[in-house]
């Protein structure tokens, strides 16, 4: 599967941003998928999953309760909505694809990732 990441830019501290990943290709609905972060000099983290048919999810402690993962299995489409941002949520942030079930939080469970958005967050 093929996925476009879109919706980053600049936020003041405290502000939300709306993130999309639109997939193309093979069916999205077998897809789990999961959103993950990369800031400058750190290793890729893993922020929130979500099952392929939108029924589970799962997020890491740091993004729990401020960031949302939700999907649209019509229009092809994950979602990530942050809100309260704080300056240490700037980073790349990237969708991808997994069809396994296992190992939900690992970046080796996905095979398919997005270009990757910027997201920055001033103080």
């Known amino acids: 599967v093929q996925l476009q990441a879109c919706g980053g830019g600049l936020v003041q501290a405290g502000g939300s941003l ?3 990943c639109a997939a193309s290709g093979r069916t999205f609905s077998s897809y789990g998928m999961g959103w ?6 750190k290793e890729r983290e893993f922020l929130a999953t979500i099952s392929a048919n939108g029924g589970s999810t799962y997020y890491a402690d740091s993004v729990k309760g401020r960031f949302t993962i939700s999907r649209d299995n019509a229009k092809n489409t994950v979602y990530l909505q942050m809100n309260s941002l704080k300056p240490e949520d700037t980073a790349v942030y990237y969708c991808a694809a997994r069809l396994g079930r296992t190992g939900i939080a690992l970046e080796s469970s996905y095979g398919d990732w997005g270009q990757g958005t910027q997201v920055t967050v001033s103080s």
């Open 18 to 20: 709306r993130l999309s």
């Open 36 to 41: 993950f972060r990369q800031a400058p000099g």
